[in-house]
């Protein structure tokens, strides 16, 4: 593998410059967004074009255009560039001395449960930052880059200490006035939308298994990524979803959404809090446990 020399290694200010060149194709362009002369940013490209000894773009008169290395190179700069300018916005934080505790969730659960569970924690725990990312599939989580998740499953991931939050139950459910809610028979679901999600693809067939009804198109309608975009789709009359029941309470109690068959399906799957246990005496742990416990409290008494 060919290695470079330190002096040889492009410098921060070249790879902005060739990035802007590259995203307004024009020198004159990247001058004005980085405040440099026209000449200033032309030298940098041409610098980082020896030192790559590579052409980047192919000059005219009329524009610029990126040559096929230049193409694969803005890629790899873009990504160079966004991941400096995340690390100095962490450090930036940071500089309070905030404990950053990192935390993933899947997204429907992250807007509809997570997001309004931590209203006032920053208040109690004002040396704690929080980070949130959200991820579809448990598997994505990188254990060595997370310090807490919030995931759908069975409790158990390797290396991980889990706290079941609580047990799942899934509904259909659809807009108020749509023409054929609510359903009188099971039979009248084979004349009705039904909502796909690829969060849980076979939801529809396990609502139907679990009342001993068999629907030959259950796996044919519609299909959005998450939870949220099926309950989205139900309130405009897109069809009828399959949800977990707790994801549309409000909506249910306001009325925006009813049951469009009254049967409610237990999953055999929990949501949980789960965290490396080698960080389970850390105080950015404990304090998010101890906030969670009080909050599901809370709520059980209401």
Not at 161 to 179: G, H, M, N, R, Y
Request: hydrophobic share 40%; aromatic share 10%; net charge neutral.
């Amino acid at each position: 593998m060919q290695t470079l020399k330190s002096k040889e290694y492009p410098s921060i200010m070249s790879l902005r410059c060739f990035e802007a060149s590259a995203r307004y194709l024009s020198f004159t362009q990247a001058a004005r967004v980085l405040h440099m002369t026209q000449s200033a940013i032309s030298k940098q490209v041409a610098h980082l074009e020896d030192s790559l000894n590579v052409q980047l773009f192919e000059r005219s008169l009329q524009r610029l255009q990126l040559t096929p290395m230049g193409k694969l190179f803005l890629v790899e700069t873009q990504t160079i560039l966004n991941q400096i300018e995340t690390s100095v916005l962490k450090i930036l934080a940071q500089r309070n001395q905030a404990d950053t505790l990192s935390i993933v969730s899947h997204p429907t659960l992250c807007t509809r449960w997570l997001i309004p569970m931590l209203k006032g924690f920053d208040e109690h725990y004002p040396h704690i930052r929080l980070d949130i990312q959200e991820q579809f599939s448990s598997a994505d989580i990188d254990i060595s880059q997370t310090d807490l998740a919030f995931l759908y499953g069975d409790g158990v991931w390797r290396d991980m200490t889990s706290i079941k939050l609580f047990e799942e139950e899934c509904v259909a459910v659809c807009a108020p006035d749509f023409k054929q809610a609510p359903l009188r028979h099971l039979d009248d679901f084979k004349a009705c939308v039904l909502i796909q999600s690829r969060a849980r693809p076979r939801a529809w067939e396990e609502y139907f298994q679990a009342q001993d009804f068999q629907h030959e198109k259950s796996y044919i309608g519609p299909r959005v990524d998450t939870f949220a975009a099926c309950v989205n789709a139900a309130l405009i009359h897109a069809g009828i979803a399959i949800v977990p029941k707790f994801f549309v309470k409000k909506e249910l109690q306001n009325g925006e959404l009813i049951l469009a068959w009254p049967y409610h399906m237990q999953t055999n799957r929990c949501y949980y809090m789960t965290y490396p246990t080698s960080m389970a005496n850390t105080a950015k742990i404990i304090a998010m446990v101890q906030w969670m416990n009080q909050q599901l409290e809370a709520a059980t008494a209401l």
